[in-house]
């Protein structure tokens, strides 16, 4: 069982990136998928959440109508598209799935997700 995030670099800020997060050992449509991540010297927070049937999305307001995460069952795949991007959204980012579906405020709480991906380097910088 394994995620695995891809994705990460640098870039200016106001640009783009797309993180990926490839899923194998297990039926990633079963399970509702969360996306991390860890500014240096902060805790791991939230980005964003959607549910196995991708009918319950919720994105933390530092990231609402910038960010939009997605998948791809056919191909195991979840995306984080993340737009408009700022130095503050410097962090590792890490996916995570989750064996149930998860309501609010239990989105983001970290001991709910059985799956963890090492997680890939985002850097927001001139």
């Known amino acids: 069982v394994q995620l695995v995030e891809s994705g990460g670099g640098l870039v200016q800020p106001g640009g783009s990136l797309r993180l990926s997060c490839a899923a194998s050992g297990f039926t990633l449509d079963y399970y509702a998928i969360g996306w991390f991540r860890q500014a240096p010297g902060k805790e791991r927070e939230g980005v964003s959440y959607f549910n196995s049937s991708d009918t319950n999305t919720y994105y933390a307001d530092s990231v609402k109508g910038r960010f939009t995460i997605s998948r791809d069952n056919a191909k195991s795949t979840v995306y984080l598209q993340m737009n408009s991007l700022k130095p503050e959204d410097t962090a590792v980012y890490y996916c995570?799935?989750?064996?149930?579906?998860?309501?609010?405020?239990?989105?983001?709480?970290?001991?709910?997700?059985?799956?963890w991906g090492q997680g890939t380097q985002v850097t927001v910088s001139l």
């Open positions: 995570a799935a989750a064996p149930t579906d998860l309501y609010s405020p239990y989105f983001f709480i970290q001991a709910l997700y059985n799956y």
